[in-house]
């Protein structure tokens, strides 16, 4: 099975900040790779799939890249509404397995 | 306004089925793959499985032996059992929709969750 690890698990960053969070796959998964924002109490909200392509109505300071087993998520500049958990999955009809998440808090 | 309205019983008790009911409002049910994913308190996302308009099914392996997800079309409603229930289940299930494309095995919309607690 594909194990899907992110890093930090935490991170604290002010408004403006660049942030950046990895997802690590433990087999080459291509550009199958998309990436979540959970805020407390609420479901998940897809960001980018195929691993750099933005969802619909995200914001541009969202993007993601990456291929084979490595990917970044990055938030060009922090904004108050972003501190939330952020998952990436790995892209498969019989495997969708989610990394541990990241929680960016606000400094 | 698209939407996934979900609803089921919260509290059961250990070695009980849990049953979840999922309604698409929305156009071209028949287009997409219709999932639920769950997450325990304080924990990750774990993808239980999904189901086509037709019934065609993919399920997590560590949990197929205990899941059904069923579909009505008619009704755009698909639905989850879950079976023999431990503690170890409690957790917000949500479902969620899989959009229409070449190996778009991700969830572009979900329902607000439902939390089910199992507890003697």
């Known amino acids: 099975d594909i194990q899907m690890t992110q890093s930090p698990s935490t991170l604290s960053a002010s408004v403006g900040d660049r942030v950046t969070i990895t997802c690590r796959a433990s087999?080459?998964?291509?550009?199958?790779l998309a990436w979540y924002q959970q805020k407390p109490g609420k479901a998940p909200k897809l960001l980018i799939y195929?691993?750099?392509s933005l969802e619909s109505g995200v914001p541009s300071r969202f993007s993601g890249s990456g291929s084979g087993t490595e990917f970044t998520l990055t938030i060009s500049s922090l904004q108050p509404d972003d501190p939330a958990t952020y998952y990436c999955?790995?892209?498969?009809?019989?495997?969708?397995?989610f990394g541990q998440g990241t929680k960016v808090e606000s400094k | 306004q698209v939407q996934l309205q979900q609803w089921g019983a919260g509290l059961l008790r250990p070695s009980e089925t849990l049953s979840l009911t999922c309604d698409f409002y929305?156009?071209?049910?028949?287009?997409?793959?219709w999932s639920w994913i769950r997450q325990a308190p304080g924990k990750g996302l774990e993808w239980i499985g999904d189901?086509?308009?037709?019934?065609?099914?993919n399920y997590n392996p560590s949990l197929n032996s205990r899941v059904t997800i069923s579909v009505d079309a008619s009704k755009n409603q698909f639905s989850l059992n879950m079976t023999s229930l431990t503690a170890a289940d409690t957790a917000t299930y949500f479902c969620?929709?899989?959009?229409?494309?070449?190996?778009?095995?991700?969830?572009?919309?979900w329902g607000r969750g439902t939390l089910v607690a199992v507890s003697s």
């Open positions: 999955q790995y892209i498969n009809r019989y495997s969708r397995a």
């Open positions: 195929k691993a750099s």
């Open positions: 087999q080459d998964i291509s550009t199958w």
């Open positions: 969620a929709r899989v959009p229409h494309g070449y190996n778009n095995w991700y969830f572009d919309l």
């Open positions: 189901i086509s308009h037709r019934g065609t099914t």
């Open positions: 929305g156009e071209s049910f028949n287009v997409y793959f």
